[in-house]
């Protein structure tokens, strides 16, 4: 009885934070001025171009990538002819376009037009570093000026991005400047204002430095998780304390992130937006809903739910804590698995009832050749190469795909070899042990970087090639149904980002002859709902070189040699 109400308790939470998560994704949407950027609040309906900046890397992480290039786009042709970026009053900041770097950066990580605003950015900001490293401050007293801090980062990123050393000798003269700087962290500032400063230092790597001060200001974290905004003040400042969840998280401090996190989840608006501040006499946009809480909100939680978990947590992972946006190995076994039984996907295959994303693995491979397959779910796609003649290996992080790929083969009397292992901390095979490795709705779940790193391993480990198989961004009866399932709240499949391309990363892999298709242009149908007789008809009507020729299929292959 205790277990079964602590767990109702855990999936209350759980629920709790995705339904804060998606009001205030939500808000963001609904705040966001049509093609310029976010709002500066709920009652000031002006684009912020500081907010509008810095919220670009916070919707490419949340998958908004057409939200994050539109925003990308309008600072693009709002940049001064100097590089810089205007705050609300219309003058020039140097802080502003140091933000407007920092999503321009990982704007042109997407696309490559970008780059020439990120660097005259750069090179703005860079521009205002005086020679002893001080970068002076037009705020007056209520600001403090080591709010600059929070620019290096991003300056640091610029360095190597655009190959400019003297971006990282500005940074870092500019950064030891504020460490010797006498009274530069004042807790008696506006916790706010503080955390620029704090996660500047922690990104430029001065964790140590800065964590005794953070840890005096979680001091006054009270029992709710709310901190308040100065010492002897009775209320929040909610954008603070959401930066300070980051921070914490960054540290290693989970138990004062997450608590910080669900006082957030509780003062919520219903709107999906945030107060400045909440409290008796809160004096920080009491009353207008500010965009910037919601980004270092979202910050957060995608802090939370991709953090791993280790001695230096200080706290035992719970079911709540598992990621909701990248599915962890129960879930994803329970999301795949539950959908059938061994006995059912062995009728199936010994039936010849394959997905259609069986021929492109069965047309670029032969029989005797040994196949990889990362991420193996139920183990079906591996188990027909394995009656066609290949010579099946299925990696997976769940065990319980893994026994129940087991138990497929055996049902269905062929061979595999089976690993449990996570691809992110490598391939556990030698160099060209397998002929091919090749994966099925695996990558679209990762970041850029850990694509990259995956392919990297993936060409260490074949002697062959390479291919994979993800989300077609083109098709778009597949994009419609899966916008859909996401508003409805029915969508099971955690955070996916359809591909328009994988050329990219297979080439950075050093992968050659790196070819493209879509396939089954009929099964993107099913995502669409009952609307698609008339289109499946239309289907039927045209050649198989004309569909080919529409790239609808719902899933794009790709394929490369060692």
């Keep these: 009885m205790v277990c079964r109400i602590f767990s109702e308790k855990i999936a209350r939470k759980h629920n709790d934070l995705v339904s804060s998560y998606h009001k205030a994704l939500e808000w963001i949407r609904n705040n966001t001025i049509p093609e310029q950027g976010i709002a500066a609040s709920s009652k000031r309906r002006f684009p912020y171009l500081e907010v509008t900046g810095y919220m670009i890397p916070t919707l490419y992480d949340a998958g908004e990538d057409t939200l994050a290039e539109r925003y990308a786009e309008f600072l693009s042709y709002m940049q001064r002819p100097n590089g810089s970026f205007a705050g609300r009053d219309g003058r020039e900041y140097v802080f502003d376009s140091g933000q407007a770097l920092r999503g321009l950066l990982r704007a042109y990580e997407n696309n490559e037009r970008f780059g020439t605003f990120g660097l005259k950015a750069a090179e703005y900001v ?10 002076l401050s037009p705020y007056g007293k209520e600001i403090p000026e080591s709010v600059h801090v929070f620019i290096l980062p991003p300056l640091l990123q610029a360095s190597s991005t655009f190959h400019r050393p003297d971006y990282l000798e500005k940074a870092r003269r500019a950064l030891a400047y504020y460490k010797r700087s006498q009274g530069f962290l004042n807790d008696n500032n506006l916790t706010h204002f503080l955390a620029y400063t704090i996660d500047g230092l922690i990104d430029m790597g001065e964790s140590e430095f800065i964590r005794p001060f953070v840890r005096r200001i979680f001091s006054r974290q009270r029992r709710n998780g709310g901190i308040s905004a100065f010492p002897n003040v009775g209320w929040t400042c909610s954008v603070g304390l959401a930066q300070l969840a980051v921070i914490a998280y960054k540290l290693g401090m989970r138990r004062e992130a997450d608590a910080a996190v669900d006082h957030l989840c509780r003062i919520q608006n219903p709107s999906g937006g945030f107060y400045g501040s909440y409290g008796l006499g809160a004096s920080y946009f009491p009353q207008e809903e500010i965009s910037w809480a919601n980004k270092f909100f979202l910050d957060a939680v995608h802090m939370k739910t991709k953090l791993p978990y280790t001695r230096d947590n200080h706290a035992a992972p719970h079911e709540d804590e598992a990621s909701w946006t990248v599915l962890d190995a129960k879930r994803w076994y329970d999301t795949i698995i539950a959908r059938g039984s061994v006995d059912s996907l062995a009728r199936n295959i010994r039936s010849g009832q394959f997905p259609v994303w069986c021929k492109p693995l069965l047309q670029h491979t032969s029989p005797g050749d040994s196949t990889l397959e990362l991420g193996s779910g139920t183990g079906q796609l591996s188990a027909i190469l ?27 009397g062929i061979e595999g070899h089976f690993s449990c292992a996570d691809i992110l901390k490598g391939i556990p095979l030698r160099k060209s042990s397998v002929d091919w490795v090749w994966s099925s709705g695996v990558l679209e779940h990762l970041s850029d970087e850990q694509i990259a790193a995956v392919l ?16 077609n961004a083109n098709s778009i009866f597949y994009r419609v149904g899966k916008f859909r399932m996401e508003m409805e709240r029915t969508w099971r499949y955690g955070k996916e980002r359809p591909m328009s391309t994988m050329k990219k990363y297979f080439e950075a892999a050093g ?8 396939v089954g242009a009929y099964h993107s149908l099913e995502f669409f709902g009952s609307d698609r007789k008339e289109i499946r008809n239309f289907y039927d009507s045209l050649s198989l070189k004309e569909l080919e020729s529409l790239n609808q299929g719902y899933l794009l292959f790709t394929y490369g040699e060692r």
Excluded: Q
Excluded at 388 to 404: A, M, Q, T
Excluded at 511 to 518: A, G, I, P
């Design 511 to 518: 992968l050659t002859n790196v070819t493209e298709s879509s």
């Design 386 to 412: 394995g009656i066609y003649g290949r010579v099946p290996h299925l990696l997976d992080l769940s065990k319980g795909c893994i026994e129940f790929g087991k138990r497929l083969f055996h049902n269905l």
């Design 456 to 471: 990297k391993e993936s060409a260490r480990v074949c002697a062959k090639g390479v291919m994979s198989l993800v989300p």
């Design 126 to 135: 860079s521009s205002h570093i005086e020679k002893e490293g001080r970068i």
